[in-house]
């Protein structure tokens, strides 16, 4: 299978890459952060020397790079198999902590365009291909965040619930088509922004889990979509 993943450097893009390159799936990949993203590449190929694995580095807060990444997705995966994108994972995302009533002009901005906008844009360039083929499977990581308020969530909340109602509008639309959506709710799991909280790695879940279950949801038969996925901490959430 040919996957495309968002924000693929680090945390749970990384993992997700890790697993579906370590069962022999093509990976083409973006993040930001060049010098992470090829790293990123080096390490893989190195653990999973027969896969084929690409990457640009695009910032998906910019709608011109969505598309500028889009349609390289498309031109690289037209060259392999049978020339179409089967998993997309929306995982490209951005937190900003604050109140609605104290956080900085423009956050709601910054955050509907990284949180929403990128998975929107991205996935409206490649679901043609998708629908033409009548199969796929899109992941959206929206977030614990997407069903319930808490405080200092702000506009990240806001943002991960549009996210989460993209995925629910998306599913109904899809069905007809074969292509499965599935929305990815977890709390917390330790990546590079809990670093130096003083939270103990073993009191929230690890990237390896969200990843799991992501591949795992993509192994069910044809007639069989996993629509929702919500995992938390054994303890609850922080």
């Known amino acids: 299978m040919n996957i495309v993943i968002t924000g693929a450097s680090r945390g749970m893009g990384r993992k997700i890459a890790e697993k ?10 973006c993040a930001r952060s060049e010098v992470q993203l090829y790293k990123t590449i080096e390490e893989l190929l190195v653990m999973h020397p027969g896969v084929i694995i690409k990457a640009l580095p695009a910032d998906l807060g910019d709608r011109a ?39 900085d002009e423009g956050i709601l901005e910054t955050l509907m365009e990284v949180n ?38 702000g506009s990240y909340s806001i943002s991960k619930y549009a996210l989460f109602g993209f995925s ?18 977890p709390g917390a799991v330790y990546t590079d922004s809990w670093s130096g909280s003083g939270v103990s790695p073993q009191r929230i879940m690890e990237s390896e889990d969200i990843a799991g279950l992501v591949f795992a949801a993509t192994q069910l038969s044809p007639q069989a979509v996993v629509e929702e996925i919500v995992v938390r901490p054994q303890l609850g959430d922080l």
């Open 65 to 103: 790079e969505v598309a500028r990444f889009g349609e390289w997705v498309l031109a690289q995966t037209g060259r392999i198999d049978d020339g179409k994108p089967d998993v997309l994972v929306n995982n490209a995302g951005q937190f900003i902590p604050g109140g609605i009533h104290n956080e």
């Open 168 to 185: 629910k509008n998306l599913r109904e639309e899809m069905k007809e088509f074969g292509i499965k959506v599935t929305a990815v709710m």
């Open 116 to 153: 929403l906008y990128s998975a929107y844009h991205l996935t409206r360039i490649l679901l043609p291909k998708m629908m033409e083929r009548r199969s796929g499977h899109i992941f959206n990581m929206c977030s614990v965040a997407s069903l319930n308020a808490y405080k200092n969530g």
């Open 20 to 29: 579906f390159a370590a069962n022999n799936h093509n990976l083409f990949l």
